[in-house]
């Protein structure tokens, strides 16, 4: 019997399961369309599992996946898989980000001429015996204003090949460097300077918080009459009732969307309009990129099941199992670390200073880092934070982040501090693990305290002297908000002191305001981990 079950979903090419299928300790099950239930009822025996975009990963069927390791996607976008609950059973996910940008860039490009020279409605007519030369008078997109949105690996193939129509390109990516656009020909603007002056407006972002309907009302109200609008990217980046609405009153001059907020839809209402086109989630559908991304997915899984590092990981750092084993604890006390750091901070983070001291200096810790910045920017950002993306979040965002390594820990075994510097000032924590694996911060800004990083807790720096303590315990009595622990910490008697509360419960505001107001208490943070 094969030591690993590997289930393959969603018509993924069979011809690029053959990494998988040579390994004799592996089984190929190739799965039929299944409702939730029906996946949730068989995924116990599984190992592994491919899937395109119509299967959705979910939290239940998660659940019910005790042997899952691995989950691949053939594809880039992983909208279908739940990543918060695939890290929280262990399950890697994996991507295969290359294999169909040229199948995805061309399909654009296709549905840009085709909205210019109304091919799809022309054939119709022509299908249906009417040779109607007068209805499909197009456009030239020669010396027309192409509008890419989202200047990523997709977004710039189009960019290259609307040169070559010559077309002129803006672009609005704001993750990426204006060296990098400029080093493709192409001019980086704000969205409001790209609505107005496109002619077609093309777009290609992930779907996330910060992108869902970002072509809105308001959006489509900025642009120019007769704009046309693509999406070959995510359902749901584009309002669909707002794109109706403008295309009905004739400011969208046409409209091509490859994907829609709810798949499958032969339903949507836009399709009743002539100068709307549209295709079934066919942008990364060629003989190519099919086989490109089963086989990129398939070696990923044959790596994961192996215990190999594995190439495009999407959820969890991807290490040798040996160094994972040690590591993996701190991870998960660095992301801690680093959203009570975002917390902390006032003001425009610059600089995140890592330090690591103790057993942990000798081993590979930029994956503790990135968890750090993941659990930094965390609470700032609307969008989806990862392993991938963390870093260059960082970058993007004008954060330098330095990492260093060195011997002693001061008595732990092993002690993380990282230090936030921001326009308006810095602050400094440093955790451990006791045990191997039992988080606590042991210092704050110099101040040796003892607190678990978990749930609700105050940070509230106050002068040392009497009548701080005993007041702060009663505002939290008043208001019934219970104290599940307090640590004080002080450098010398009557100086500064720091108290970290752990409560049962949020904070309100107002109670918040009252604390604040406590004679000697100098600040109040209130941390939600
Ligand atoms: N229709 C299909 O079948 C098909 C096929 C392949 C990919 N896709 C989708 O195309 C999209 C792009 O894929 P890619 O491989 O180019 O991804 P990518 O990660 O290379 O590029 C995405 C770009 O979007 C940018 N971005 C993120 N948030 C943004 C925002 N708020 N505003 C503007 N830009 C933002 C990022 O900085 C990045 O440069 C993804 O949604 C992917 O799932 C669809
Ligand atoms: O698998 C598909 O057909 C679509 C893939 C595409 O949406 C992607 O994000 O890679």
Redo the contacts with the bound molecule.
């Keep these: 019997m094969a030591k690993f079950k590997v289930l393959a979903m969603d018509n993924v090419s069979e011809k690029g399961l053959e990494p998988l299928r040579k390994e004799p300790d592996i089984e190929v099950v190739i799965g039929k369309k299944m409702t939730e239930d029906e996946l949730v009822e068989i995924i116990g025996d599984y190992d592994a599992m491919i899937v395109r975009s119509a299967t959705k990963v979910t939290p239940r069927v998660l659940e019910n996946a005790p042997k899952l390791k691995v989950v691949g996607r053939a594809?880039?976008?992983v909208d279908n898989i739940d990543l918060n609950a695939a890290t929280q059973h262990g399950v890697l996910v994996v991507n295969a980000?290359d294999g169909?940008?040229i199948a995805?860039t061309e399909?654009t490009i296709a549905m840009m001429l085709a909205l210019a020279r109304n091919i799809p409605q022309a054939v119709a007519k022509m299908k249906n015996g009417v040779w109607d030369k007068k209805a499909f008078l197009g456009v030239e997109l020669r010396g027309k204003v192409l509008g890419v949105?989202?200047?990523?690996?997709?977004?710039s193939a189009v960019a290259r090949r609307a040169q070559a129509l010559e077309m002129d390109i803006v672009a609005?990516?704001?993750?990426?460097t204006s060296e990098k656009a400029e080093s493709l020909g192409i001019k980086l603007v704000t969205m409001d300077e790209l609505l107005p002056v496109a002619d077609f407006i093309t777009m290609?972002?992930?779907?996330?918080k910060?992108?869902y309907h970002?072509l809105d009302e308001q959006a489509f109200a900025k642009m120019k009459d007769g704009v046309r609008v693509i999406n070959?990217?995510?359902g749901g980046i584009v309002d669909e009732e707002a794109l109706y609405k403008y295309m009905q009153s004739g400011k969208v001059a046409g409209a091509a969307l490859?994907?829609f907020e709810k798949e499958p839809n032969t339903e949507s209402p836009l399709l009743a309009l002539d100068n709307f086109i549209a295709t079934p989630?066919l942008?990364?559908s060629t003989a190519e990129a099919q086989l490109n991304v089963a086989i990129d997915v398939a070696e990923e899984i044959v790596e994961a099941l192996q215990g190999k590092v594995v190439r495009n990981t999407v959820n969890i750092p991807s290490v040798k199992p040996e160094v994972m084993v040690k590591i993996k604890p701190y991870l998960k006390l660095a992301e801690k670390l680093g959203k009570f750091q975002a917390q902390l901070v006032e003001g425009r983070a610059t600089k995140l200073e890592v330090t690591y001291n103790g057993d942990l200096a000798g081993e590979e810790v930029k994956p503790i880092t990135t968890a750090l910045i993941k659990g930094f920017l965390d609470p700032i950002l609307q969008?989806t934070v990862n392993f991938i993306n963390a870093p260059l979040l960082a970058k993007n965002r004008g954060i330098n982040v330095i990492q260093t390594v060195n011997g002693r820990a001061g008595g732990y075994a092993s002690l993380i501090t990282v230090k936030v510097v921001s326009d308006k000032g810095e602050h400094t924590l440093s955790g451990t693990l006791f045990q191997d694996n039992d988080p606590r911060i042991v210092m704050v800004d110099g101040y040796r305290v003892d607190a678990i990083p978990e749930g609700y807790m105050l940070y509230v720096p106050h002068i040392d002297k009497p009548m701080i303590i005993g007041p702060v315990g009663m505002m939290f009595g008043k208001y019934n908000i219970n104290i599940a622990s307090m640590q004080v910490g002080r450098k010398e008697v009557g100086g500064k002191a720091v108290m970290m509360l752990s409560v049962d419960a949020p904070v309100p505001e107002d109670t918040m305001k009252e604390i604040a107001g406590i004679d000697g208490v100098l600040d109040v943070k209130f941390v939600s981990l």
């Design positions: 594809g880039v976008g980000p169909n940008t995805a399909h949105i989202g200047l990523g690996r997709i977004g609005y990516d704001p993750y990426i290609h972002m992930p779907k996330t910060e992108t970002m070959c990217a995510r490859d994907v989630h942008g990364a969008e």
